[in-house]
């Protein structure tokens, strides 16, 4: 590992200002950041510890009925809060299902929607697209557990688990920078492989995600994350999904469904979303979903399992509303 400099802010401008230099990185829980450093997947000249900065902690009601979530809250805090367990199921769940114990403890919100892609490509000794080099391997190589939407020129999956439950609640980010601080969609966050192959977010360096913002959560609301991983107990997902609709008599009026594991970012499949919507939830109406779901998928050599996987996690996550 090479040699790097450490701060510790006590303040998101003093934060920012720090950010501003070549080489510095920002470090929350460490528990990506820390891997990444050792692996050389990136140059680090500066660690930048935010760790300090208590605004950026801990979870609150907002006055019309939402909540906000400091960036730095540990993964196991937003698993933990009865407020997101009573109100924001999917997040809860989403979160709960986030590595070992260890990791929700250690990581933060913040932290998992911002984490480097997992590819083994990227974080081993190879010179992909994403590090700046000219080929994508797992075109060609190793690519059991890339993507199938959304692919090309780079093939990776968007590991987070918690950026799939916030995409499907529509959440919004506070984004603190040189500038002051603006709010950003959660669908306008994450940049797909075609736009910008060496980032997988909108953040400038020397921007920081201050908090997350949850919208209220109306009468008849109910959500689910489901994920599916290759053994039972720590791992990423190979497919989940975040499931928010609205039943109202039995009829859901509104859905957002959004799948990960799968995607360069949390991928909202609008078609199962208008095959369910007005319409009571019954199998063939969730078979219909899950099949106009998969309509646009490019699987590579060994991810076609994984569009079977996807329908069965549809149908299985509508019919449980039933
Ligand atoms: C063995 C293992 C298994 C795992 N399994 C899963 C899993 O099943 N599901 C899952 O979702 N994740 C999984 N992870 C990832 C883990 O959840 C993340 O490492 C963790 O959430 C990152 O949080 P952190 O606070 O430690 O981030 P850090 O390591 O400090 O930072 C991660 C990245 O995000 C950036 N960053 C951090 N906070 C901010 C911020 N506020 N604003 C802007 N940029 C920021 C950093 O600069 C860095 O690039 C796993 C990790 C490991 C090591």
Redesign the pocket.
Known sequence: MNNFAYVKPGSVAEAVKALGTKGA????????????VRDGVMPVEKIVS?SGIKE?NGISARPDGGMRIG??T??AEVAGHAGIREKYQVLAQ?AS????PQ??N???????????P?CWYFRGDFNCARKGGDTCYAIEGENQYHAIYGGGPCFYVH?????VALAALQAQLTVAGPNGRRPVRIQDFFISPDKDILKENI?LPN????DIQLPPITAGTRSSYR?I?SRGT????LVSIACVLRIENQNVTSARIVLGGVGPYPWRVEAAEKAVTGKKIDSAGAAAAAQAAVSGTTPLRDTGYKVEMVKGAIEESLLAFA
């Open positions: 990185r920002l470090h929350a829980g460490g528990t990506d950041l820390l891997g990444c935010i950026l960036a730095l540990t993964i989403a299902d986030v590595a070992s990791l929700r250690q990581g933060t919100i913040g932290g998992n929607i911002c984490q480097r997992r590991p987070s688990d918690t950026a953040l921007e920081i995600v201050a994920k991983r720590w791992d990423f997902a």
